[in-house]
């Protein structure tokens, strides 16, 4: 079983920034490919960025492209998302992810990731 635990998000001005982490449990983190999602009220979670276990893989919802970054540290065993340029669309749940699956990339889809943080809420006012 891999536990996540996220924090990071408040509540942050249009044109703001902030950083969420993803704590992950466990010794075999640097082979999970991690992901962030976002769920909005009324609408699906939707993929917003994806990174491979050495990070030489990354995927962006074109929706975030130039405006937030993916990362990782695999000796802290944690996951980031650095969120710029905020705008009010971007407020959202905000949920990492790990695909435990031995793929050679990150996937773009929920369906595909295994474990689940507990989401953290992100307010962009305007």
């Known amino acids: 079983q891999v536990q996540l635990v996220e924090s990071g998000g408040g509540l942050v001005q249009a044109g703001g920034s902030l950083r969420l982490s993803c704590a992950a449990s466990g010794r075999t983190f640097s082979r999970y490919h991690m992901g962030w999602f976002r769920q909005a009220p009324g609408k699906e979670r939707e993929f917003v960025a994806s990174i491979s276990w050495i990070g030489g893989t990354i995927y962006y919802a074109d929706s975030v492209k130039g405006r937030f970054t993916i990362s990782r540290d695999n000796a802290k065993n944690t996951a980031y998302l650095q969120m710029n340029s905020l705008k009010p669309e971007d407020t959202a749940v905000y949920y990492c992810?790990?695909?435990?699956?031995?793929?050679?990339?990150?996937?773009?889809?929920?369906?595909?990731?295994?474990?689940w943080g507990q989401g953290t809420q992100v307010t962009v006012s305007s």
């Open positions: 992810a790990a695909d435990t699956a031995l793929t050679v990339v990150p996937s773009t889809r929920v369906g595909d990731y295994d474990y």
